[in-house]
């Protein structure tokens, strides 16, 4: 086993830059003896250990930062913005303008990955990949602390996006645009991703918020049987069967299995998304993530239900590789996100 | 023979030989290599791209991990070493590694993977975020976050000021930092240091973002225990705070009126502080009127007149017997149509009737202290006169001229003595932030010594009367904000500057006020001597101070 697990670490690191290796293997080590094998986590050393980062309203590198919190929903949003140009309105917080009246800004409402167990929206990795998102796509983002497993099974992580979403909805300060409107993108990486879905899905049901488009990065999805890439990745790029086992395990409810509609979407007990107002989709999968198949599933199964989905699908890519900007994919992902959420620009 | 060491074997107890010799030459060989950080800081947000010019990767930093360039190939290293031993091993045994472990300080070292493999800190605050106290109590094996000593409000505020103002100066000096895993430590930590940041943000101007980190405050707050320790005081904070930034109309708390004197009646009761004052004061009066027939105390906050009866008796018991007595005490109009001073002096003079002391009491009746006027006070030129302050001068501050004023018709009055309590703290300075985490520092060591108090109902009102004063100095401004705590030597200087001269208490006063503290008190009060005037603290940190003067002498003096 150990002979077999350190050719897995060489081939790892030829595929990915150093500092990613380490990022990503640093959080593995960590996250694996943070999960006990009885299914319970080890929260106080995982908040310790945690990276984390306050809000910043002085901008830095063009973002600035702060944190709302919601009494009605107990939810902490972190919103990010580009800096106003004009340096005197820098470390003013205005909760009352539109972010623009001609133009339409985009804001993305976003959940951070961890499988619904780890991370924060203050934490170190996702603050500073929703700062770039901020600059490289010209949009505003707000990301949602929402309550995670095992001590909040599913539908909490649900719940609390609904939640979060229709907060951005009602927030005079988010619109922009000649229509005066909130222009939302949901997005979200693994777990994230799979939030986003579930959140896009409820909205389009209520009718009450409009989706402009769906952005999963790598999303976490899964299902009773081992898929191929499942079964050849696994150990392979950072991620474990075993590990994505113990994470459903620790999200869906108590006795369920992983074809429950939270984990498998399109599978026996899937919702049906025809004729739903459902938005469009950008779904970037790597193709050295174990779950790829499920997520290439996800895009049939949204394509078949008559839904657009554009897919970016990235070789030799491994989770996290967005963390650092230090590769291609980071590129193009970035590229992909801007020119999907401002085509609809006026 | 090899053996690992002795943390080692703790952290893995069920590893057969073999892998206590891998773990051991990893011991060995893999020492951290990470130097000194040098003192290009840097931000845990920053995105620059590259190597920064220190050295560090700057993409690993953004991310919250401070390692050099050159390190990251012996650090991918370790990693995988540290993998392939615990992946070697069954995942019940790495559990235990953690829940068994002593765990180090993650804002001072830049990967706990180190620390798992050679007990050595490396580095550097990751990010900004406050770090734990440190508290010298190793966990054995096998109790996952074992529960510390209740958190002492005191130290973790320490501790957090410590981090925020050493942010830049990373000692690898910085012995072993110990640290308990406790889920409600770490949010009273987050606490106090959001209540710092508040604080700042509230002085910058900065209110809508204040008001949004009461709120996450008030969220924090529902994790911990508010019934004591930090959650309480922090609660106060938070309270007070909030309505400094959403009261419209801010209602000063001036701590008068008939409630207020209920409050300070239960404070006097729960806690040593007020029976501290009025003993140290009443000794020098007593040593003041040594050998006078008529003697004549002016009271400048009557209260309750609990402060009174004791002198009163001990004059009675003097050898010579009593002298005249008469008492002056000054207080606040009463709101229920009551003459609650005239009240107070009836009962006093009922006391010394029955001890056979000839007594007269008047009230003078003032809604502040600077509208008393001297000839109101019936001094006359054949008595001995105290004047006794607790805790009424700072109320002053607020004017340059009141205090003035008062100090000034005292001073004309050359008193045998003057007797002078105050708090023994700093919320007088001028920048909001800087009294803001004064108060905090003082009023946790002061919860804290309440926590030893157990006379109830005693205590939970003591609580409200010192969570009033936290209010005034949190809430209000100007002439509202009452509670100008100023420290013995900010007073030492006005009082000089006024034309005092400090009296030693003497070391009798001393030994009688630390014997009673021993007798009627909780362990961890102490009352210590500074340059002839007496402080009672709690655990050597002084939190009220009395302090004796008379008039510097102007030709002929009554002494």
Sequence with gaps: ?346 | MLRPSRSLTRYLPSFPLAQHLLLHCLYRKLLPIMGPYDSGAMTASSSSPGTSPSNFDGLLAGAGYIWRSSDLQKVAQRLECLENVVVTSPSDVSHLAVDGVIHHNPSVEASWVDSLLSELIPLVPGSESCSAAAFSDPHSAGGSSSPCSSLNPAAVIATCTDQSTNQHQHQSQQPLTVVCTDAEEDSGIRLVHALMTCAGLVQRGDLSLAGSLVEEMKALLTRINTGRGIGKVAGHFVDALGRRLYQRVRVSVTGVGFEHEILYHHFYEACPYLKFAHFTANQAILEAFHGHDCVHVIDLSLMQGLQWPPLIQALALRPGGPPLIKITGVGPPSQDGRDSLKEIGLKLADLARSINVRFSFQGIVAFRLEDVKPWMLQVSRNEALAVNSIMQLHRLLWSGSSLDLVLGWIRNFNPNILTIVEQEANHNQSQFSDRFTEALHYYSTLFDSLEACHLQPHKALAEMFVQREISNIVCCEGSARVERHEPLRKWRARLVDAGFRPLNLGSDVFKQASMLLTLFSAEGFSVEEDEGCLTLGWHSRPLIAASAWQAELQGNSQV
């Excluded at chain 1, 003013?92 to 972010?99: T, V, Y």
């Excluded at chain 1, 997520?295 to 963390?323: C, M, N, P, S, W």
């Design chain 1, 1 to 346: 086993m150990a002979g077999s697990n350190e050719i897995n670490l060489n081939e790892c690191k030829k595929i990915v830059p150093l500092n990613t290796w380490i990022l990503i293997s640093n959080l593995k080590l960590a996250y694996n003896l943070l999960r006990r094998p009885d299914g319970t986590f080890n929260r106080d050393l995982a908040e310790f250990l945690e990276r984390k980062v306050p809000p910043n309203t002085i901008p830095v590198d063009g973002v600035f930062s702060f944190d709302v919190f919601d009494k009605s929903t107990n939810l902490l949003n972190r919103v990010y913005k580009p800096a106003p140009i004009n340096e005197d309105q820098w470390g003013i917080i205005d909760l009352e303008k539109p972010l623009s009246t001609e133009v339409v800004v985009p804001v993305i409402v976003f959940f951070h990955g961890g499988s619904f167990t780890h991370s924060s929206a203050n934490s170190a990795i996702y603050d500073t990949f929703c700062r770039r998102l901020v600059r490289l796509c010209k949009a505003s983002v707000v990301s949602v602390n929402y309550r995670r497993s095992p001590e909040h099974r599913y539908p909490c992580a649900y719940d609390d996006g609904w939640a979060a979403l229709k907060w951005v909805n009602t927030r005079p300060w988010l619109r922009s645009g000649k229509d005066s409107k909130v222009h939302i993108y949901l997005a979200g990486d693994s777990s994230g991703g799979n939030i986003a879905h579930h959140v896009a899905v409820r909205a389009a049901e209520s009718g009450v918020v409009e989706v402009l488009g769906n952005i999963l990065l790598h999303p976490m999805f899964g299902g009773k049987k081992r898929t191929e890439s499942e079964k050849k990745l696994d150990g392979k790029y950072f991620v474990t069967i075993q590990d994505r086992d113990w994470y459903w395990k620790a999200y869906l409810p108590e006795g369920e299995d992983r074809d429950h509609p939270a984990c498998n979407i399109f599978g026996p007990h899937g919702k049906n998304l025809e004729g739903l107002k459902f938005p469009k989709s950008l779904v970037v999968i790597a193709s050295l993530d174990l779950v790829r198949d499920w997520q290439l599933a996800y895009v049939d199964g949204v394509r078949k239900a008559g839904h657009e989905v554009k897919l970016l699908y990235l070789k030799e890519a491994t989770i996290g590789f967005y963390f650092l900007p230090n590769n291609d994919h980071f590129c193009m992902l970035m590229e992909e996100i801007k020119n999907f959420v401002n085509s609809n620009c006026q």
